[in-house]
C-alpha cells in the first residue's frame, strides 16, 4: 500500500527534469526542442498533477507521510542533524495540488502568451517556470524549516529570473532587482529565525515527536517536562522573538506591509509569470509557511495579534491603492496584496482553516484573473492601460465570462469561491475578536473592522476594473479589432473559471450553520487531521490555552450578509460610476488623496528616503570608521615598519669587513650578557 | 714534562686573537684567508690540547677533520679571490660592495 508516497519525489523532481531539458537543450541544440521547451514542461508539470492529485487521494484516505530521506550534515560532535524531508499531510497535499494545477495552465497558457507571440529566448523562459516549479513543489513537501528556507530563497531567485525575462528593456531589470533585495531584507530575518530556532530545540522538523513546535509546547506547558535554550530570556519572550524573526521572512515573501512595494513592480515580468509565481504559489509561500508551523504561532499570542493586525492592515491599505490604478495588472497586483492580508488576518485571529481555505480559493481566482489578463493584454497588442480598452467583452466572450467569474469570486459575491473564503476569514476574526479578552480581543476586532473596510474597496475596484475592460464603447482601435486568442490561452481560463465559480463550495460555512450539517464543511473536516501534533485539534488546544484565544458564540449569517453587502454596495457603486458606454476618470473627485494614492501613500519614496537618507549616512560613518581607524591603525603599521627598515637596511652597505665586526661585537656583547647574567664575574 | 694546560690555551687565544685581528682590519682578500686560517688552527691547537689533557683521541681525530676543511675552504676561497679579481681588478674586498641595499 501507500505507493503514492514513493512517487511523491517525482513531484517535484518532474519539473526539475524539465527544467535540465529546457536550460541544456535549449543552450547546446535549440533545433531539437520544440516550442521552445514548453513541451517538456506541460509535461512535466502534468505528470506533477496526476501525482499530487493521488497524493492527495491517498492523503484523504487518512495516511500521511512523514519522512527523513536524506541526511545532508550529521556527527556525533553535531547537536542536530540537517536533513532533507518530505511532509505529506492535508495542507502540503492542499496545496501540492494547487501549485501544480496552476503550473500546468500557466505552461500551456505560456503557449498562446509567449511562443505564439513570437518571443525569443523561451528555453530560458521555460528553464525558469521548471526551476521555479520544482523549487515551490519542494518547498511545499518540505518536512522541516532549513529544507522549506532554502526552497523559500530558491523560488525568490526563480522570481528574479523571471521578472528580469525581458532584461533588454529598461523597467524590467530594475523591477526584477527590486523584487530581490526587498524580499532578501525579509528573507535575512527569517534565516536568522532558522539559526536561532536550531539553537533553541535543535531540531526544525514541522511534525512528528521532535518537531519544534511540540518542544515549544512542552516547554510553555507546566505539566509537562519541557526545557529549551531560551538564552537567559522568559521561554514566551523568546519564541515570540524566533515567531517574529521567521515572519520576517513571511512578510517580504507575501508581500505583506511594508515590504509589499516589490509586487507591484514585479507585473514588468511576463503575465503568465505574474499568474503562476506572483498571485498564485510564490507569495503564497509566505502565508503557506505561517500555516505549516501553525502549531508554533499558536502558542503565541503576542505574534498572532500582530499578524492579524498586519494582514488586515495590509489588506485595507494595498485595497485603497488598487482604486486608483490605470493598469490592469497593477490593480490585480494591489487586490494579491490585499488579498493575503485577508490570508493573514485569518491564520492571525486563530482561523488556521479560514486562511488555508482563502489561499486555495485565493490561488484558483487569482490565477484566473492574471491569465485573463494576459488573454487581454494579447489583445491589446501589450498595451496595459485599461482607458484604452472597453467594449471587449463582444469581442472575446470566453475571457470577459471567465474573468467574471475570477472578479465575483475576488469581490466576495455569493456563490462564488471568494464569498466562502472571505467571509470565513471575517467571522472567524470577528468570534474571536469578541471572544478573546482583552488587549488582545480589541487588537484582533480592529483587524476584523479593517478586513471589513477592505471588503467594500475590494469590490468597488474589482467591478472598476471589469467595467472598464470589458463595457461600454471601445476607446481605441486597437478595442475595436482585438488581436484573436487561440485554445491554448481559452483552455486554462475555461478550467479555472469554472473552478473559481465553484471551489468555495467546499467549505460552506453559513449554508452549514443554517441547515445545521456540519457535513458541509468537507475543507474543515478534511484539514483537521495531520501528522502528529501538527493538526487542528492540537492547534485549537494551543490557541485556548496558551494564547487566550476564544471563540465567541455567534451566528455566521449576519456577519456574511454585511460583508456581501459591502462588496455589493463597492461593486454597485463601480456600475454607477464606470459602466457607462464612455466612462471618465472620477479621480479627480478624491482631491488631496488621489495624489496620495497615485504614488502609493509614497511608500517607495520612503524606503529610497530610507536607503539614502538614513542608510547611506549611517554607511558613510560606518566607511569613515573603516578607512580611518581600522585602516589607519593597519596602514600605521605598516608605515613604521617600512620606515624603520628603510633606515635600518643601512646597516647591509655590502663591505665585508663591516658584517664581520658586527658578527664579533655580537659574540662579545653575547658573551659578556652571558657572563653578567650568569655570575661568572 | 708536559706543558701545563694555560699556556696552550693563552697561545690558543692569542692566535685567535691575530685571526680576528686580521680579518677586521685588513682589506686584502688573501689576508683574509690567511686569517680565517689563523682562527682555525688556534681551534686546532685547543682540540690537540684537550686532547693530550684528558688523554682521548677524538680531539685529534677532529683536529685532523677540522685540517681537511681548512684545505677545502681554502679551495673555496682562492676561487672567489679569484673571481674577485677578475671583476674588480683588484683583491679588496671594500670594492666588492655591489650585493648590498
Known sequence: MATAFQYVPAIPLLPFAAFLISLLVGYFAPRLLPKGGALPGIAATAGSLLLSVWAFLTVSDGQYYNETIYTWVAGDAMPFELTFGLLVDPLAAMMLVIVSLVAFLVHVFSLGYMNDEGETGLPRYYAGLGLFTFSMLAFVVADNLLMAFMFFELVGLCSYLLIGFWFREEGPPSAAKKAFLVTRFGDYFFLIGVVGIFATFGTAAFAGEGAFPVLAEHVLNPAAEGHANTFGFEPTTWFSILGLLVLGGVIGKSAQFPLHTWLPDAMEGPTPVSALIHAATMVAAGVYLVARMYGFYALLPTVLALIALTGAFTALFAASMGVVKDEIKQVLAYSTISQYGYIMLGLGVGGYIAGSFHLLTHAIFKALLFLGAGSVIIAMHHNENMWDMGGLKERMPVTYYTFLSGSLALAGIIPFAGFWSKDEVLYEALIYGMGTDGLTGTLLLVAYAMGLLAVFFTGFYTFRMVFLTFHGEPRTDTAREPHGVRWNVKGPLVVLGILAATVGLVNMGPVAHLTGSDSLLYLHHWLEHGVGAAQYEAYHHALNEFAGFHAADLSPIVPGAVSLALALAGAGLAHMLYNTASPTEHTEKLGAAKTLLYNNYYQDEFQVWLATGVTLPLARIADKFDQGVVDGVVNAVSSVSLFSGSRLKRVQDGVVTHYATMLTIGLVVLLVAFGLVGGWF | ?101
Open chain 2, 1 to 101: 714534562m708536559a706543558v701545563s694546560m694555560q699556556y696552550y690555551l693563552l697561545l690558543s687565544a692569542a692566535i685567535f686573537c691575530i685571526g680576528v685581528f686580521g680579518v677586521l682590519s685588513r682589506r686584502n682578500a688573501l689576508v683574509f684567508l690567511m686569517s680565517v686560517e689563523l682562527m682555525l688552527n688556534a681551534a686546532n691547537i685547543n682540540l690537540v690540547a684537550f686532547s693530550y689533557h684528558w688523554g682521548n683521541l677524538t680531539g685529534q681525530v677532529f683536529s685532523l677533520f677540522t685540517m681537511a676543511l681548512a684545505a677545502a675552504e681554502v679551495a673555496v676561497g682562492i676561487g672567489i679571490i679569484l673571481v674577485l679579481y677578475r671583476n674588480f681588478k683588484g683583491v679588496d674586498v671594500t670594492d666588492a660592495t655591489t650585493m648590498r641595499w
